[in-house]
């Protein structure tokens, strides 16, 4: 692994931190990198075991280059993106400004580390692999670069298309009805849970990386669109991973003492609806059932690091196959 800092041009004082895995041969599948996304306020050191896992020795190893590193103001990195005045105190550039980093940064490791041009960095496929916010900077990566994204494993996405809070009804909107309330849930039980829930994952929420998530409704309204095009007519390979439904409803429940019946009722499928969507955004023909984490939580990479590793072998594999895909 070699381990190394880039400098952004539009900021040359943001060096991002990056772990670098590269090939010991000629990649297969041959011309990809495999890209990690961490989550909000997280570091890329959480994708060390699900690395280490697909790197343990195997019939066939694996020999694609891999690429984890830190936005600013994640891990190690001390410098951070500026506030920007139109948005709350704390907050610099949003999602889609952060797959604009990640595009610079794919094309000067692809350029320093594996000899391709940056102007012919398209030949070379990309496989995402996001938890949380960065399955939403994966998409717009992806849309924002079409044709470039080969692969995706998308692991307990963000909710982009709501302000998180919403999945709970609201017991002050005009139109709300006490009597339509289930499985013994009050209209306080409802206040508890937007509170507590809002106070940690509204988008409007702060978080250390000063990373603007407010936008996100708009710049991705919905789960299922608009769709991802890859470089050829069998890609992007999606792969959508969601949390076990009990174990984060326990989590969720010790974390901000959200009653777990309101988490039952509405937090889980409107969460399981919109990971459904995201399994549609690739060609009807090579779509894939939703993946369940037995046992996992929120930090699916965490909880079963050998599920993602087995996730994301399955994607390679297909492209190894798939005489249709640009390998």
């Given at each position: 692994?070699?381990k190394?800092?880039?400098s952004l ?16 041969e000629?990649?297969?599948p041959r011309?990809?990198l495999?890209?990690?996304l ?5 570091s ?11 790197l343990?020795?195997?019939r066939?190893p694996y020999?694609?280059?891999f ?20 948005r ?23 350029k ?14 990309i496989?995402l692999v996001?938890?949380?916010i960065g ?12 044709e ?19 999945v709970f009804?609201?017991p002050?909107a005009?139109?709300?009805r006490?009597e ?16 507590r ?7 409007d929420?702060?978080?250390t ?15 299922d ?5 890859g ?5 992007p ?13 326990r ?13 039952d ?5 409107a ?7 995201l399994?549609?955004?690739?060609h009807?023909?090579?779509?894939k ?32 196959r798939?005489e249709?895909?640009r390998?």
């Open positions: 692994m070699e190394f800092f880039v041009d539009r900021d040359p004082r943001i060096r991002l931190a990056c772990s670098f895995f590269p090939p010991p000629r990649s297969s011309d990809t495999i890209v990690f961490n989550g909000i306020d997280s890329k050191s959480q994708w060390s075991p699900a690395i280490d896992s697909l343990k020795p195997r066939r020999s694609t280059p690429l984890a590193y830190d936005r600013p103001g994640q891990g190690n990195i001390l410098s951070r993106n500026q506030d920007v005045t139109a709350l105190q704390g907050h610099g550039r949003d999602c889609l400004e952060a797959a604009h980093d990640l595009r610079e940064l794919i094309k000067k490791v692809g320093s580390r594996l000899g391709i041009d940056r102007d012919n960095i398209d030949s070379l496929g496989v996001a938890a949380s399955v939403a900077i994966a998409r717009l990566y992806a849309a924002e670069y079409p470039t994204v080969t692969g995706c494993l998308f692991l307990n996405s963000v909710l982009a298309s709501s302000n998180i809070v919403s009804p609201d002050d005009p139109d709300f006490p339509d309330l289930t499985n013994g849930i009050t209209p306080q039980d409802l206040e508890i849970g937007r509170k829930l809002g106070r940690v994952y509204h988008l929420a702060p978080n990386e000063g990373l603007w998530r407010g936008n996100l409704g708009k710049l991705l309204p919905f789960s669109a608009p769709p991802l095009l470089p050829g007519p069998r890609t390979y999606i792969t959508v991973v969601q949390h076990d439904p009990v174990v984060n409803t989590q969720m429940n010790k974390l901000l003492e959200i009653p777990k019946r309101v988490l009722v509405y937090g889980e499928p969460y399981t609806e919109y990971c459904e969507g399994t549609r955004l690739t009807p023909q090579i779509r059932e939703l993946v369940l984490a037995k046992g996992s939580g929120h930090r699916v990479y965490k909880d079963d690091p050998r599920l993602v590793a087995s996730e994301l072998r399955g994607i390679l594999d297909n492209l190894s798939d249709g895909s390998i």
